[in-house]
């Protein structure tokens, strides 16, 4: 093994991590919101929004993420170009943000609606009682109330996320994982950098993963 | 101030109020006592609409609660309500809670809202506590934190659903002190309770539910002196023999 190829690729490896935290935090983020979204959707006593929510997070939840990714890399483009107008072409690296936002959002929905269901009526109906509206209501109370309970969840969806982000070599696109290997194709010492990469991803995880247990003590106490 | 008139209303198959009228005036304090399951809190919840009913109707100040045209949220930010569990907002400290409200619904200013608060937590005896959390408050105190947070909004009336049910005997009395000091004030109050006591002390009228309907509607005197139907009396000689 000679690890000095590796430090010789540390540059490019650095864009790799870089690309890889961007997609994930990236996703996370939309995938919370647009979580969110669909959980109310769920819960709202409009038969047709709960239907259609549900429908959604059945749907993403029962077919592969290769896939979604892939589907996405060949129809993002044509749905960009029918929603501007344009024909302008986007990157390997939108396509795969918006399909992981989109199927992330499908697993996040589920945790926020459990979030905001362990919500007792009584903090609900006090802050009707105050005069606030359901949006004021969910806004003020219920929503930051079920994201103290649920930050353990999320966070631990988010590292299964950050892993799932290596799939993205289906479209090309130059994460982490795809950078260590094909530098481990060019210099001939492919299972060097494999073992490297599984490293990194593990102390990554397994660090996270260790913070968010910690959190967890400290939040139900 | 508060006119129930004929209200029913039914879980599926099952009665939970049957044909309920009764009247709050101004000023008045109404006790509602009867044993447990007879409705008396699903009636409290009535007259700000967290409970929806099916017949009959509730007018409060003039403003029918059961029209579809109401603006609800506007109507319960003039009613103040009390809750068996306190329901301050964990995540909020006692200042944020006793200006939440004010701010977001009555639209008031930060120092406005602020000053009002911290005046009403003196008022209950709780200065001290500002910065603190519910957590770390006891019961009684976030039930008094609770009474200034509805007393924040400037309600015309405040309703009380078993205010010390939740609470350890040695904390009932520092609610009712307030909840007395209230009453003798002059403020209309609807109050669901076990406590007899209070309702001695400073109610006009007590009403009496059991199976969700309303069996008895007296004045205090009359009520604690000659209740007129069977079962007020045998409730009255079970809570009051000890």
């Keep these: ?64 993420l290769l896939l979604v990714i892939t589907w996405f890399y060949f129809v993002v483009p044509f749905m960009v170009g029918w ?45 009707y009682a105050l005069g606030m509206t359901y949006g004021q209501a969910m806004r003020l109370v219920v929503l930051p109330l079920a994201f103290r309970k649920m930050t353990p969840l999320l966070l631990q969806q988010s590292i299964i996320l950050f892993q799932d982000t290596s799939l993205v070599y289906a479209v090309g696109l130059m994460d982490f994982l795809n950078v260590a290997r094909s530098q481990g194709d060019i210099t001939g010492e492919l299972h060097t950098f494999l073992l490297f990469a599984g490293l990194v991803y593990f102390v990554i995880s397994f660090g996270a993963s260790t913070l968010v247990k910690r959190l967890q003590k400290r939040l139900t106490v | 101030m508060i006119s129930i008139q004929n209200v029913s209303k039914w879980y599926g198959d099952f009665q939970v109020l049957s044909d309920c009228s009764t009247e709050v005036q101004k000023g008045e304090v109404v006790v509602v006592c009867g044993p447990s399951g007879s409705g008396k809190s699903t009636l409290i919840k009535c007259v700000n609409g967290l409970e929806p009913f099916q017949a009959g109707t509730i007018v409060v100040d003039g403003t029918s609660v059961g029209s579809p045209k109401t603006d609800l949220p506007k109507l319960r930010s003039r009613v103040g309500m009390v809750f068996q569990h306190f329901e301050l907002f964990p995540h909020l400290s006692i200042t944020e809670n006793l200006t939440l409200a004010q701010r977001k619904v009555l639209g008031r200013k930060d120092d406005e809202a602020r000053r009002k608060g911290l005046a009403l937590l003196d008022r209950v005896g709780l200065s001290a506590h500002a910065a603190k959390f519910p957590g770390q408050l006891s019961g009684g105190q976030q039930q008094r934190v609770a009474i200034a947070r509805a007393l924040a909004m400037d309600p015309i009336a405040m309703l009380f659903d078993e205010p010390t049910s939740a609470l350890d005997p040695e904390m009932i009395n520092e609610v009712l002190d307030v909840m007395v000091e209230l009453a003798r004030e002059g403020m209309t109050m609807m109050v669901v309770t076990h406590e007899m006591g209070f309702a001695r002390k400073v109610a006009n009228r007590v009403i009496f539910m059991d199976r969700g309907a309303i069996v008895e509607d007296a004045d205090k005197d009359e009520f604690f002196g000659s209740p007129r139907s069977e079962r007020a009396q045998a409730f009255l000689s079970k809570i009051l023999s000890h």
């Design chain 1, 1 to 64: 093994m000679d690890f000095t190829q590796i430090v010789n690729a540390f540059p490019s490896l650095g864009d790799g991590l870089l690309l890889t935290l961007e997609l994930t935090v990236l996703a996370v983020i939309g995938g919370v919101v647009i979580g969110t979204l669909l959980a109310l959707a769920r819960l709202s006593n409009s038969r047709v929004l709960s239907w259609l929510a549900g429908f959604y997070v059945n749907y993403f939840r029962s077919i592969p």
């Design chain 1, 83 to 127: 929603v501007t107008g344009t024909n302008q072409p986007i990157g390997a690296f939108t396509s795969c943000l918006i399909a992981f936002m989109m199927f992330e959002a499908a697993y996040f929905c589920e945790i926020v609606r459990a979030g905001i269901q362990s919500i007792s009526k009584g903090q609900v109906n006090a802050a």
